[in-house]
């Protein structure tokens, strides 16, 4: 129980920790939502789509901005604590090792749903489309949760070699199509109103997924950060 | 306290520790002596659980490395060149932070007898950020010693530190020292070790070339042991 506590404290302490510092720097969130802002209205102009092309398309360019954006989080969520040289100082701590990985990964699902929150709304008015279906909302959840739990312990194992930038979309990507196309299918038919049945695979699939890598993270985090 | 056992560390193929052996009993302040490339931080990362030992038996206050890390790790404190501070939180949010993340009962209140301990309650609500580097290292060490280690690892603290700073950190090691916490400090400043540490030992090319209490081995010895690591290191 004592250890369990212990764990959880030490999670949480990591979320906090993150969010307090995100609050005065202001770098991560800022960087991440002028980015994926940049990116819808560049596509807002470069597709000139009629209504019916633009509900065909709605979830890929959501799901494109939401992935480039999270990857930029990402990247700078690990590249600052190596930098500082803080990853050492959370390494030496006397907890579970895994602690460390859902602690940073809350974090970044935290700054990656603030993104999403402001894009959506933005979105909606550029496009003219209703993004606000409870659907909608549930795919665009299991999608973040699933490509922050893989970009998250990816970006760990990128951030120790030189190239980290290119490192990261370079493991990420490969491992996130699968997560991707679940996603925007799934978006897609909530978008387009498709019978559930025919959404659900996707769903599954995201479900899957997000236990898969959740386990797989818990499971190999502590051999990604030693020497 | 501490007991290394024929420690073997490779990076690829280059060996940094070759069959180290090395002890450090309770209450010893040991000065780790050697120039650059002669492991000293190598075997300072794997004593601290950073870096997993190639070959080779760790022994910590009686836990072993790597099977034992977590309880290592709990009876452990570390100060290295750099502070593992956040500059975005204050003084007293940096060790309420670390705090929680050594369970420890009552943060708020040891955070402040830490902050007095090395000089720095009057700043404590200052982001670390606008701190100068001297302060951020008395504050690595207010970290270091939050959850009140046996065994305290000083990885070249004196690096960047003008004189004042480097005078005011001496007195916060002679502390610790003087509390009869076990010490090892590495170092490349034989004046500095000198004068803080009971036992020397130098390390040459991954192996304790020498070793022996102040005592035993007498200023004029540990500079000549010391050459001739320097000399050895710049043959290879």
Not at chain 1, 160 to 166: F, G, S
Not at chain 2, 14 to 29: H, M, N, R, S, T
Not at chain 2, 111 to 122: D, K, N, S, T, Y
Request: aromatic share 8%; with cysteine.
């Amino acid at each position: 129980m004592q250890r369990i506590k212990a764990y959880l404290r030490a999670m949480g302490a990591i979320v906090w920790k993150d969010l307090a510092a995100e609050l005065r720097s202001r770098e991560l969130l800022t960087s991440m939502l002028v980015f994926a802002l940049l990116v819808i209205l560049i596509f807002n102009f470069a597709l000139e789509l009629d209504i019916k092309a633009r509900d065909s398309v709605t979830a890929g360019i959501l799901w494109v901005t939401f992935a480039f954006a999270g990857t930029l989080g990402l990247n700078r969520s690990m590249a600052s604590e190596k930098d500082r040289g803080c990853l050492d100082g959370l390494l030496l701590a006397p907890v579970d090792r895994s602690a460390i990985y859902f602690g940073k990964a809350i974090g970044n699902l935290i700054f990656m749903f603030i993104v999403e929150i402001i894009v959506l709304p933005v979105y909606s008015v550029l496009y003219n489309t209703n993004l606000f279906q409870p659907g909608l909302i549930l795919v665009i959840l299991l999608g973040s949760i699933g490509y922050v739990a893989v970009g998250t312990l990816l970006a760990t194992m990128a951030v120790q070699v030189r190239t980290r930038d290119i490192m990261l979309p370079i493991l990420l990507f490969p491992l996130a199509i699968p997560v991707l196309i679940a996603a925007v299918k799934a978006s897609n038919g909530f978008l387009q109103a498709i019978p559930l049945a025919e959404i659900l695979p996707w769903l599954n699939l995201l479900i899957v997924y997000d236990i898969v890598f959740i386990a797989t993270a818990f499971m190999v985090f502590d051999y990604v950060v030693e020497e | 306290m501490i007991v290394v056992r024929n420690l073997l560390k490779r990076f690829g193929p280059k060996i940094v520790l070759q069959g180290l052996d090395f002890a450090v009993e309770k209450g010893e302040f040991v000065g780790l002596l050697g120039p650059n490339g002669a492991g000293k931080t190598t075997l300072l990362r794997i004593l601290a659980s950073l870096s997993r030992p190639s070959q080779g038996q760790v022994q910590i206050a009686g836990y072993r490395l790597p099977a034992q890390a977590a309880q290592v790790r709990r009876r452990l404190g570390i100060v290295s060149h750099q502070p593992l501070l956040y500059g975005d939180l204050t003084a007293e949010e940096n060790l309420w932070f670390y705090g929680r993340m050594y369970a420890l009962p009552d943060v708020k209140p040891r955070a402040e007898e830490v902050l007095r301990l090395v000089g720095l309650h009057p700043r404590r609500g200052d982001l670390v950020r606008t701190f100068s580097r001297g302060m951020k290292q008395r504050l690595a060490i207010g970290r270091a010693v939050l959850h009140d280690p046996d065994v305290m690892l000083f990885d070249e603290p004196h690096t960047g530190l003008d004189q004042d700073a480097c005078a005011m950190l001496d007195t916060v090691l002679s502390e610790i020292a003087a509390r009869g916490r076990t010490v090892v400090m590495t170092s490349h400043d034989l004046t500095r070790v000198a004068d803080l540490a009971s036992r020397f030992d130098v390390l040459s090319r991954g192996v304790i070339v020498a070793s022996g209490t102040r005592e035993e081995i007498g200023p004029d010895n540990l500079l000549r042991f010391y050459r001739q690591a320097v000399q050895s290191e710049g043959d290879v």
